[in-house]
C-alpha cells in the first residue's frame, strides 16, 4: 500500500474561526494551503484575477473593496498568497478592522532581474502594493529563507514568519527502476520563462551528454518554436500535462536538473526528490536550501554540469535516499500545516 505523509493533528481542529483566503491562480501551492486552513477554520476563497492594463486592474480593486467592506467583519483573520495589487487592501481592511492579515511571500513580489523584466519590484507601482502589504500585514509568511532575507532587506520592521513550501504526494510503495533520464519541468510559455528557467542551459547539457535522454515537461512549442527549432536528438519535450502526472515522470527520472536563474523554492524540485531523483540545481535564490547535501549545487556551465551527470551516479551512493528522507522530514504537507496553523491560531 502506497505509504502517506501524516496531515494535522487533530488538536488544531477548531472551526470557530474564519477565513478570508485571497489569491490570483488556483496553483497547486494555493490549492494546498486553502485545504489545510479548511479543514481547521472556516475558509472563505476570493479570486481576484489576474489582468492587464490599468483599468481592469482597478476594475478588480473595485470589486475586492466592495467584497472586503462586506465581509471583513464576518471573519477573523485574512490570508493572502503573493502580494501583489490583490494583497494591499485585505491588508488595509484587516487593519482598520482589528483582524489579523497574513500574506504568503512565494518569491515574485522580492525579485528584480531587470535584463529580463522579471519580478514585481521592476514596476514602482506594483513594487508600491507588495512592499507596503508587506510593512502593515500582521505577520509575512515567507517560503524560504532567501524570501525572508528579501522581505527583512525591503520591510525592516516587519513581522515574518519561516514556513517553508511543501510537498503534497503520496509516496511511492516501491521505488521504480531509474533510467539514464534527466528531468526539468516548469510553465516554459515565452522567451522569459524559458531563460528563467534556464532551458537554453538544459538543451546545451544534453547536447553534451548523448549517452543520457533529456525530458522537459510544460514547454508550448507553438509559441516558442523559434527557440526549440534546433533541438538536440536526445531531447523530448511535452506540453503542460495535469500534476498528478508528473510522479510518473519522476519515478523514471535519475537526475532532476533546475537551471533556473531566480528561483524562490522549487516544488518540482522537492517533488523529484520525493521520488529519489537526484537533483542538480544553481546557486540562486532558495533552491541550496532546498536542495542541502542531498543533490549538487552548481554553476551555470554546461561542460561542468554534463560531466557531472556522467560521473555523479556512481559518486555519491545513497544521494537518492538522503533526498526522500530530506523532503519528508523538512517539506511535508504536515510540517506546513502545523506551523501555518500555529501562526494563525496564536495570533
Known sequence: MPQTVPYIKTAYRVKSKSILFFYTNYTSFVRTDFEILSSVYTVRKYQFKPVTGLVNTAVELIKQFWF????????????????????????????MARRKSFVVIGGYEVCRIKELNYGALCSRFRGFFCVKSMQWCSLNLTVSKYTDRKVKY??????????????????PADRAVKEDLVLTVGIIDTKRSFLLKGIDTFMEVAAQTPAYKFVIVGLDTFKLADLVSDLPPNVTIYARMPHDELPGWYSRARFYC?????????????????YACIPIVTSEGGMPELVGDAGYIVRRDAAVISHLISGAAAGRPGLESAGVKRIVENFSRSKRGETLVKCISNS
Open 258 to 274: 533546475q537551471l533556473s536563474r531566480s528561483e524562490s523554492f522549487g516544488v518540482s524540485i522537492a517533488e523529484s526528490m520525493l
Open 154 to 171: 525591503l520591510a525592516p520592521s516587519s513581522n515574518r514568519q519561516l514556513v517553508p513550501n511543501c510537498v503534497d504526494f503520496v509516496l
Open 68 to 95: 472586503l467592506a462586506l465581509n471583513i467583519w464576518k471573519c477573523d483573520a485574512v490570508f493572502t498568497w503573493f502580494a501583489d495589487y490583490h494583497s494591499l487592501l485585505p491588508v488595509l481592511f484587516a487593519g
